[in-house]
């Protein structure tokens, strides 16, 4: 697959475990901490189909990411 799926969560457990379940599935993904980060990734990737993003986080939330 050449889509990518952006993960999106604070908690670096969260965030690994999702990966890892996806990339089982053979998925590719790229990973993001925070929002600005998320945001950074997906300004510079045109590759990223979907985003997986956390609601609560701390800065700015997944839903004024997204909006």
């Known amino acids: ?4 799926i ?7 457990f ?7 379940c996806l990339n ?3 998925y590719q993904c790229v990973e993001a ?3 600005l980060e998320a945001l950074d990734i997906l300004h510079a990737d ?3 189909a979907i985003a997986l993003v956390d ?12 909006t």
């Open 1 to 4: 697959m050449n889509d990518k």
């Open 6 to 12: 952006l993960v999106l969560d604070d908690e670096d």
């Open 14 to 20: 969260i965030r690994e475990e999702v990966v890892e």
């Open 24 to 26: 089982d599935q053979g």
């Open 33 to 35: 901490a925070c929002a």
């Open 46 to 48: 045109n590759d990223v």
């Open 55 to 66: 609601i609560r986080m701390p800065s700015m939330s997944g839903l004024e990411m997204i």
